[in-house]
Protein backbone atom coordinates (compact mmCIF):
# COMPACT_ATOMS: atom_id res chain seq x y z
CA UNK A 1 0.00 0.00 0.00
CA UNK A 2 0.99 3.30 -1.02
CA UNK A 3 0.94 6.03 2.02
CA UNK A 4 -0.99 8.13 -0.48
CA UNK A 5 -3.92 6.02 0.48
CA UNK A 6 -4.16 7.94 3.91
CA UNK A 7 -6.13 10.40 1.35
CA UNK A 8 -8.88 7.70 1.27
CA UNK A 9 -9.70 8.53 4.76
CA UNK A 10 -9.78 12.00 4.81
CA UNK A 11 -6.45 13.67 4.59
CA UNK A 12 -5.32 15.97 2.33
CA UNK A 13 -2.65 15.74 -0.14
CA UNK A 14 -0.67 18.02 2.24
CA UNK A 15 -1.24 16.27 5.54
CA UNK A 16 0.10 12.98 4.05
CA UNK A 17 3.00 14.70 2.89
CA UNK A 18 3.79 16.30 6.26
CA UNK A 19 2.95 13.19 8.33
CA UNK A 20 4.57 10.94 5.97
CA UNK A 21 7.85 13.29 6.23
CA UNK A 22 7.45 13.72 10.32
CA UNK A 23 7.30 9.96 10.38
CA UNK A 24 10.49 10.08 8.39
CA UNK A 25 12.18 12.90 10.34
CA UNK A 26 11.13 12.28 14.02
CA UNK A 27 10.79 15.76 15.79
CA UNK A 28 12.19 18.64 13.36
CA UNK A 29 11.53 21.82 12.36
CA UNK A 30 9.09 24.08 10.52
CA UNK A 31 12.15 24.50 8.07
CA UNK A 32 13.30 20.99 7.95
CA UNK A 33 9.78 19.46 7.28
CA UNK A 34 8.86 22.51 4.64
CA UNK A 35 11.98 21.18 2.91
CA UNK A 36 11.33 17.32 3.30
CA UNK A 37 7.24 17.41 2.62
CA UNK A 38 7.75 20.06 -0.23
CA UNK A 39 5.16 22.47 1.14
CA UNK A 40 5.75 26.13 1.17
CA UNK A 41 7.07 27.22 4.65
CA UNK A 42 4.21 29.89 4.52
CA UNK A 43 1.97 27.06 4.40
CA UNK A 44 3.22 24.56 6.61
CA UNK A 45 1.66 25.89 10.18
CA UNK A 46 -1.66 26.04 8.56
CA UNK A 47 -0.89 21.92 7.73
CA UNK A 48 0.30 21.04 10.73
CA UNK A 49 -2.45 23.00 12.93
CA UNK A 50 -4.73 20.38 10.64
CA UNK A 51 -3.01 17.36 11.68
CA UNK A 52 -2.85 18.37 15.13
CA UNK A 53 -6.16 18.96 14.97
CA UNK A 54 -6.82 15.49 13.95
CA UNK A 55 -4.21 14.16 16.71
CA UNK A 56 -1.58 13.30 14.24
CA UNK A 57 0.94 15.92 15.16
CA UNK A 58 2.41 17.10 18.25
CA UNK A 59 4.57 20.18 19.17
CA UNK A 60 6.99 21.24 21.62
CA UNK A 61 8.86 24.56 22.30
CA UNK A 62 12.51 24.18 22.34
CA UNK A 63 15.41 27.16 22.61
CA UNK A 64 12.54 29.86 21.38
CA UNK A 65 11.63 28.03 18.35
CA UNK A 66 8.81 25.21 18.09
CA UNK A 67 9.70 21.31 16.72
CA UNK A 68 7.22 18.54 15.23
CA UNK A 69 6.78 15.46 15.81
CA UNK A 70 4.09 12.53 13.96
CA UNK A 71 1.65 11.08 16.61
CA UNK A 72 2.01 7.07 16.58
CA UNK A 73 0.68 5.31 13.34
CA UNK A 74 -1.69 3.90 15.47
CA UNK A 75 -3.57 7.04 16.23
CA UNK A 76 -4.98 6.79 13.17
CA UNK A 77 -7.40 4.55 14.36
CA UNK A 78 -8.46 6.58 16.92
CA UNK A 79 -8.66 8.92 14.14
CA UNK A 80 -11.11 6.87 12.21
CA UNK A 81 -13.40 5.75 15.54
CA UNK A 82 -13.92 9.60 15.99
CA UNK A 83 -14.65 9.71 12.49
CA UNK A 84 -17.14 6.88 12.91
CA UNK A 85 -18.59 9.04 15.88
CA UNK A 86 -18.90 11.92 14.19
CA UNK A 87 -20.86 9.85 11.59
CA UNK A 88 -23.07 8.40 13.69
CA UNK A 89 -24.09 11.54 15.10
CA UNK A 90 -24.60 12.76 12.04
CA UNK A 91 -27.15 10.20 11.02
CA UNK A 92 -29.19 10.79 14.04
CA UNK A 93 -29.32 14.56 13.18
CA UNK A 94 -30.31 13.41 9.10
CA UNK A 95 -32.49 10.50 10.88
CA UNK A 96 -34.34 12.99 13.16
CA UNK A 97 -34.95 16.15 10.23
CA UNK A 98 -35.94 12.85 7.61
CA UNK A 99 -39.90 13.63 8.10
CA UNK A 100 -39.84 17.39 7.86
CA UNK A 101 -37.52 17.38 4.60
CA UNK A 102 -39.73 14.30 2.80
CA UNK A 103 -42.40 16.28 3.49
CA UNK A 104 -41.40 19.90 2.30
CA UNK A 105 -39.57 17.72 -0.85
CA UNK A 106 -43.39 16.00 -1.38
CA UNK A 107 -45.09 19.24 -1.23
CA UNK A 108 -42.57 20.87 -3.73
CA UNK A 109 -42.78 16.98 -6.46
CA UNK A 110 -46.38 17.90 -6.32
CA UNK A 111 -46.52 21.59 -7.14
CA UNK A 112 -44.31 20.77 -10.50
CA UNK A 113 -46.89 19.91 -12.92
CA UNK A 114 -44.80 20.36 -16.14
CA UNK A 115 -41.10 18.68 -16.73
CA UNK A 116 -39.29 18.90 -19.74
CA UNK A 117 -36.51 15.45 -20.41
CA UNK A 118 -33.55 15.24 -23.37
CA UNK A 119 -32.10 12.91 -24.79
CA UNK A 120 -32.16 9.22 -25.03
CA UNK A 121 -31.24 9.42 -21.32
CA UNK A 122 -33.43 11.87 -20.57
CA UNK A 123 -36.31 9.65 -21.95
CA UNK A 124 -35.10 6.66 -19.94
CA UNK A 125 -34.96 8.81 -16.78
CA UNK A 126 -39.04 9.46 -17.07
CA UNK A 127 -40.22 6.48 -18.58
CA UNK A 128 -38.54 4.47 -15.71
CA UNK A 129 -40.43 6.91 -13.39
CA UNK A 130 -43.40 6.27 -15.03
CA UNK A 131 -43.59 2.74 -15.11
CA UNK A 132 -42.29 2.06 -11.57
CA UNK A 133 -45.80 4.22 -10.60
CA UNK A 134 -47.25 1.11 -12.14
CA UNK A 135 -48.28 -2.43 -10.71
CA UNK A 136 -50.76 -5.13 -12.09
CA UNK A 137 -54.15 -4.17 -12.97
CA UNK A 138 -53.22 -0.72 -13.90
CA UNK A 139 -53.40 0.10 -17.48
CA UNK A 140 -51.19 2.36 -19.65
CA UNK A 141 -52.51 4.29 -22.99
CA UNK A 142 -50.46 5.47 -26.16
CA UNK A 143 -51.55 6.63 -28.97
CA UNK A 144 -49.12 7.41 -32.17
CA UNK A 145 -46.53 5.17 -31.47
CA UNK A 146 -44.02 5.66 -34.22
CA UNK A 147 -41.12 4.54 -36.16
CA UNK A 148 -39.26 7.96 -35.11
CA UNK A 149 -36.29 9.55 -36.61
CA UNK A 150 -33.96 7.54 -35.15
CA UNK A 151 -35.32 4.09 -36.23
CA UNK A 152 -32.21 1.84 -34.59
CA UNK A 153 -31.83 3.25 -31.71
CA UNK A 154 -35.74 3.40 -30.83
CA UNK A 155 -35.92 -0.02 -31.53
CA UNK A 156 -33.42 -0.48 -28.61
CA UNK A 157 -34.85 1.84 -26.28
CA UNK A 158 -38.50 0.39 -26.62
CA UNK A 159 -37.08 -3.30 -26.55
CA UNK A 160 -35.75 -2.60 -22.83
CA UNK A 161 -39.49 -0.82 -22.41
CA UNK A 162 -40.95 -3.46 -22.66
CA UNK A 163 -38.45 -5.66 -20.63
CA UNK A 164 -39.51 -3.05 -17.88
CA UNK A 165 -43.50 -3.05 -18.76
CA UNK A 166 -43.37 -7.15 -18.74
CA UNK A 167 -41.92 -7.12 -14.74
CA UNK A 168 -44.34 -4.38 -13.80
CA UNK A 169 -46.86 -6.89 -14.92
CA UNK A 170 -49.27 -4.03 -15.94
CA UNK A 171 -51.58 -3.43 -18.47
CA UNK A 172 -50.56 -1.61 -22.38
CA UNK A 173 -53.23 -0.44 -25.17
CA UNK A 174 -50.92 1.49 -27.63
CA UNK A 175 -52.05 2.70 -31.09
CA UNK A 176 -49.13 2.50 -33.34
CA UNK A 177 -48.60 4.56 -36.87
CA UNK A 178 -49.79 2.52 -39.99
CA UNK A 179 -45.97 2.53 -40.88
CA UNK A 180 -45.08 0.66 -37.73
CA UNK A 181 -46.33 -2.69 -39.28
CA UNK A 182 -42.58 -2.64 -41.21
CA UNK A 183 -41.25 -3.20 -37.81
CA UNK A 184 -42.59 -5.93 -36.12
CA UNK A 185 -39.78 -6.84 -33.62
CA UNK A 186 -40.77 -3.20 -31.87
CA UNK A 187 -44.76 -4.30 -31.79
CA UNK A 188 -44.36 -8.42 -32.07
CA UNK A 189 -44.27 -7.96 -27.69
CA UNK A 190 -47.59 -6.52 -27.46
CA UNK A 191 -49.17 -9.04 -29.78
CA UNK A 192 -48.04 -12.17 -28.19
CA UNK A 193 -48.99 -10.82 -24.84
CA UNK A 194 -52.33 -11.79 -23.49
CA UNK A 195 -52.49 -8.44 -21.11
CA UNK A 196 -51.60 -5.76 -23.92
CA UNK A 197 -54.08 -4.74 -26.67
CA UNK A 198 -52.75 -2.93 -30.20
CA UNK A 199 -54.34 -1.51 -33.11
CA UNK A 200 -53.28 0.78 -36.16
CA UNK A 201 -53.69 4.65 -37.39
CA UNK A 202 -52.79 5.79 -40.17
CA UNK A 203 -50.34 9.06 -39.64
CA UNK A 204 -47.12 10.22 -40.03
CA UNK A 205 -46.52 12.18 -36.87
CA UNK A 206 -43.50 11.36 -35.26
CA UNK A 207 -45.57 12.87 -31.66
CA UNK A 208 -46.49 9.97 -29.42
CA UNK A 209 -48.83 10.38 -26.35
CA UNK A 210 -48.58 8.36 -22.97
CA UNK A 211 -51.27 8.39 -20.60
CA UNK A 212 -50.25 6.84 -16.86
CA UNK A 213 -52.03 6.56 -13.84
CA UNK A 214 -51.16 10.80 -12.80
CA UNK A 215 -49.53 12.01 -15.48
CA UNK A 216 -49.41 12.61 -19.61
CA UNK A 217 -46.08 12.19 -21.21
CA UNK A 218 -46.24 14.18 -24.80
CA UNK A 219 -43.08 12.06 -26.90
CA UNK A 220 -41.34 13.83 -29.97
CA UNK A 221 -39.30 11.03 -31.20
CA UNK A 222 -36.75 13.03 -33.24
CA UNK A 223 -33.20 11.90 -33.08
CA UNK A 224 -32.88 13.66 -30.07
CA UNK A 225 -36.26 13.24 -28.40
CA UNK A 226 -38.01 15.32 -26.37
CA UNK A 227 -40.24 14.48 -23.76
CA UNK A 228 -42.76 16.55 -21.65
CA UNK A 229 -44.41 15.85 -18.48
CA UNK A 230 -47.61 16.98 -17.46
CA UNK A 231 -48.96 15.85 -13.86
CA UNK A 232 -52.45 17.09 -13.46
CA UNK A 233 -55.60 14.43 -13.51
CA UNK A 234 -57.71 16.76 -15.22
CA UNK A 235 -55.45 16.26 -17.87
CA UNK A 236 -54.89 12.76 -17.75
CA UNK A 237 -59.03 12.26 -17.55
CA UNK A 238 -58.82 14.53 -20.83
CA UNK A 239 -56.45 12.82 -22.66
CA UNK A 240 -58.00 9.77 -21.63
CA UNK A 241 -61.58 10.54 -23.77
CA UNK A 242 -59.34 11.37 -26.85
CA UNK A 243 -57.82 8.58 -26.73
CA UNK A 244 -60.84 6.41 -26.18
CA UNK A 245 -62.22 7.94 -29.80
CA UNK A 246 -59.29 7.21 -31.50
CA UNK A 247 -58.93 3.79 -30.41
CA UNK A 248 -62.43 3.20 -32.28
CA UNK A 249 -61.15 4.78 -35.55
CA UNK A 250 -58.12 2.38 -35.18
CA UNK A 251 -57.39 -0.92 -36.87
CA UNK A 252 -56.42 -4.27 -35.57
Known sequence: MDVRDLRKIGLTQG??????????????????????????????????????????????????????SAASPERLCTFLEQKEQDIRKEREIIDSLMP????????????????????????????????????????????????????????IFFSKHQQRVNTRGYKVRIIFNEDMRSRKDRYSYYVN????????LHQETFTELYIYKDSVL??????????????????VDSMKKFFETIWKQAKN
Open 193 to 200: HSLHKIRF
Open 15 to 68: EVKVYDSLLELGETTRTNLAKKSGISPSKIYDVINRLTEKGLVSSVRKNGSLHF
Open 100 to 155: ALLSKYQKTDEEVDVEVFYGWEGLKTVFISLENSMGKGDESLVFGASIGKHPEQAD
Open 218 to 235: FLMLMKKPIAIRVKNDEA
